[in-house]
């Protein structure tokens, strides 16, 4: 069955520097793949997914993850934090595997100190 | 364009009474989700609905919860009886036509507080 671990329940980065949110995931096939961004008392934002073609890929507020299959890693990069990145991020994997959806991980708080 | 609507955001009940809690998807998205979060873990899905038909229901606990999709846009997800447990974020989200790959859009939820 697909799965993500997310490593690290909080990451904390001054403004300015580089963002590295990590996630590995498990799959037995070819997976979709999605980081969710929720800002406080809001729903969830996709910033980015992959779906087998580039294996950068770019996504929203200068965001973007790489797909390493060697490493079954999927983490997400911001080269220079922003106080306003402060927020809970999600990895998600697409579970094809009987009923499709989305399996999230647990979550990683970033926090953005000035 | 709208996003997904939630109606209420915040509800305080005790436990052993019921409770509803209303969606209205963006226009024209035919897939439907009501997802519970709760506090310090991703979403999970507890329902899917395709139209008015509720195609993935396997993870709602069906002796308390329920879920409706009339006319096949707004929705509303009903605890009866809440139990303490229940507590947590109700996220509603919609995609166009439900694939693979197609972006889910939250809405911002139900915080939920039985006591």
Excluded at chain 2, 24 to 45: A, C, D, K, R, V
């Amino acid at each position: 069955a697909q799965s993500v671990t997310q490593l690290g329940s909080h990451v904390s980065v001054s403004e300015g520097a580089l963002v590295l949110l990590r996630c590995n995931y498990s799959s037995s096939v070819p997976p979709y793949l999605f980081w969710y961004v929720q800002y406080p008392n809001q729903g969830l934002q996709l910033l980015l997914k992959y779906t087998s073609a580039a294996t950068l890929v770019k996504g929203i507020n200068g965001f973007e993850a790489e797909f390493k299959k060697s490493e079954t890693s999927f983490h997400l990069t911001k080269p220079s934090a922003h106080m306003s990145d402060a927020a809970e991020y999600f990895c998600a994997v697409l579970r094809v595997t009987g009923f499709q959806k989305l399996v999230f991980g647990t979550g990683t708080r970033l926090l953005v100190s000035p | 364009e709208a996003g997904v609507v939630q109606s209420p955001r915040y509800k305080i009940i005790e436990k052993k009474q019921p409770v509803a809690f209303w969606c209205n998807p963006i226009s024209g998205h035919n897939t439907l989700y009501w997802y519970l979060q709760n506090l310090g873990q991703g979403p999970e899905l507890l329902i899917r609905y395709e139209n008015e038909e509720a195609v993935d229901d396997s993870q709602l606990p069906k002796d308390r919860f329920s879920a409706e999709r009339l006319k096949g846009v707004d929705s509303t997800l009903k605890i009866q009886p809440a139990e303490l447990g229940d507590s947590a974020v109700y996220l509603c989200a919609s995609s166009l036509l439900g694939g693979a790959q197609e972006t889910q859009y939250f809405g911002p939820g139900t915080r939920l507080l039985v006591l």
